[in-house]
């Protein structure tokens, strides 16, 4: 009888590989410091001993984990451990962890295959799979790999690779079931009983016709509950939410949530059936979204394996790092060009940072929202303006409030100094004029990062934080120039 799995078993699947790999380096190092100069065959013997005992618990327990788990722990050891877990796999399993595996981890796993080991765990894996992973394979290996597949099979794999990677068509599945309007319900069942399993996420057959062309869907609730003398013509779906195999998945995604599907057929341009989209699929799509994005927000080309090299993970983070870098020499300039403000006014250096830093925060609250509704596409030119107008008056009465707060305590801080009513009257509206500035920056970048194609994250934060440190220090030391000259 099976132990059920938890949701979290891939932690403790962590815990326990790593407590044993930990136990196997202090044994093994144990034996090996062993000082017996007149035994030096006896202790190599113990020590071939007690590494292959380590060895066979360490094998039994990985043979014991899901492939999601053991791709989970793999991406979580550093590269000598990767290995020796990765080598006592079973090679039947191994295409299942492959396909489970992060982008960034792969190749290093792979790398770690004979080539002739990789052909024989590529050729237990789908067409779509191979299609996922094909430009992590060696060279000449896919080649190989399609000699080894059935004519249905390597059209399958030649369609899968034909589409974009961000489309539907690269993720969606080969395997469904169809079949014809005109016969009954008792000749579906006598059909579906010939399969030794359902494909994963059958929540309904799609009915087609002789050209492959999709009339309907027939759900499996719906042919149970039917008397088995029933027509499908009469008893299928005529209005399926169908998906096409160019159109975005991030649009597919956002139609599964909407509809709560399991899953839903793809159509190619003439309205052929070519496959189908599964929830798995999705909730796969939904989280590399979401992982690009965090990445993105903190300026990182692409994801990076936890244990890369030095250079490789310090070359991701350099772009961005320059801009950061150029930025700051920007608002230091800024700074400098007040100097004989500040030297005058002491107290505004130490209030700065307050100007930029609610700015800073207001600004990623704007552009957090916008970035959420143009992933949902819920941004259109007929609500930009209204949209704009909102944000400003919003904008406008945090700045207000705000700024007066702000204003208040600095008041209240340097009360007796001679300067408090103008450091209160100079702070509240630099606040507020800061607060717009990163409305309209919050705004601004991500729309115009969208409407260029790229990324409404990308980098975001790094330019919002650059507008607000420099304009608010520009505005907050402007107006006290202005405001103490006057005075």
């Known amino acids: 009888m099976s132990t059920p799995r938890s949701p979290d078993s891939g932690l403790h699947a962590l815990d326990e590989v790593s407590d044993l790999l930990r136990r196997f380096r202090i044994e093994d190092d144990l034996v090996h410091r062993e000082q017996l100069p007149s035994a030096e065959d006896r202790r190599g013997l113990v020590e071939t001993l007690v590494h292959r005992q380590h060895r066979a618990a360490l094998a039994n ?60 765990v590529a050729l237990q894996l789908e067409p779509d799979e191979l299609a996922a992973m094909a430009e992590d394979f060696p060279a000449g290996v896919l080649e190989r790999v399609q000699q080894g597949l059935s004519v249905e099979e390597r059209e399958q794999l030649r369609a899968a690779m034909s589409y974009p990677e961000d489309s539907v068509g690269a993720w969606m599945d080969f395997e469904m079931i169809t079949i014809r309007d005109d016969v009954t319900l008792e000749v579906v069942l006598r059909y579906l009983r010939r399969f030794e399993a359902l494909p994963d996420h059958t929540d309904q057959i799609f009915v087609v016709d002789r050209s492959e062309r999709l009339r309907g869907v027939l759900p499996l609730d719906q042919l149970l509950i039917h008397e088995p003398e029933g027509r499908v013509v009469d008893v299928m779906r ?68 936890l ?125 507020l004029l800061n607060l717009l500035i990163a409305a309209l920056i919050g705004l601004g970048v991500p729309l115009a990062l969208e409407r260029m194609g790229r990324d409404p994250a990308m980098g975001a934060s790094v330019l919002l934080t650059f507008t607000t440190d420099s304009l608010g220090f520009l505005i907050f030391l402007g107006l006290a120039s202005l405001f103490f000259g006057l005075a």
């Open 61 to 120: 327990r990985i043979a014991q984990i899901h492939a999601a788990d053991i791709a989970y722990v793999l991406e979580a050891l550093p590269p000598e451990e990767r290995a020796m877990v990765w080598s006592l796999v079973s090679e039947s399993q191994q295409g299942d962890v492959l396909v489970e595996l992060a982008e960034s981890v792969r190749p290093s796993i792979i790398e770690l295959c004979s080539r002739e080991a990789l052909i024989r």
């Open 307 to 431: 244990f890369a090299s030095v250079w490789a993970s310090a070359r991701n983070r350099w772009l961005w790092l320059g801009v950061n870098l150029f930025t700051a020499f920007v608002a230091s300039r800024v700074i400098g060009a007040f100097e004989g403000t500040i030297e005058r006014v002491v107290a505004l250096a130490a209030l700065m940072p307050v100007v930029a830093g609610i700015a800073g925060n207001s600004g990623n609250q704007t552009m957090t929202i916008i970035t959420r509704s143009l992933a949902l596409n819920q941004i259109n030119r007929n609500t930009l303006g209204r949209l704009f107008a909102k944000e400003l008056a919003v904008a406008t009465l945090n700045g207000v409030v705000w700024g007066s707060l702000a204003g208040v305590f600095v008041w209240m801080l340097y009360l007796g100094t001679g300067q408090e009513s103008l450091l209160a009257f100079t702070m509240m509206l630099a606040i």
């Open 238 to 305: 005529t209005d399926p939410i169908s998906l096409r195999a160019r159109e975005p998945v991030e649009d597919a995604a956002q139609a599964f949530e909407r509809y709560d599907l399991v899953s839903a057929p793809v159509l190619d341009e003439t309205g052929r059936l070519v496959g189908r989209l599964v929830v798995s699929e999705v909730v796969d799509v939904i989280r590399d979204q979401s992982d690009a994005e965090t990445l993105s927000r903190a300026g990182l080309q692409d994801d990076e394996d």
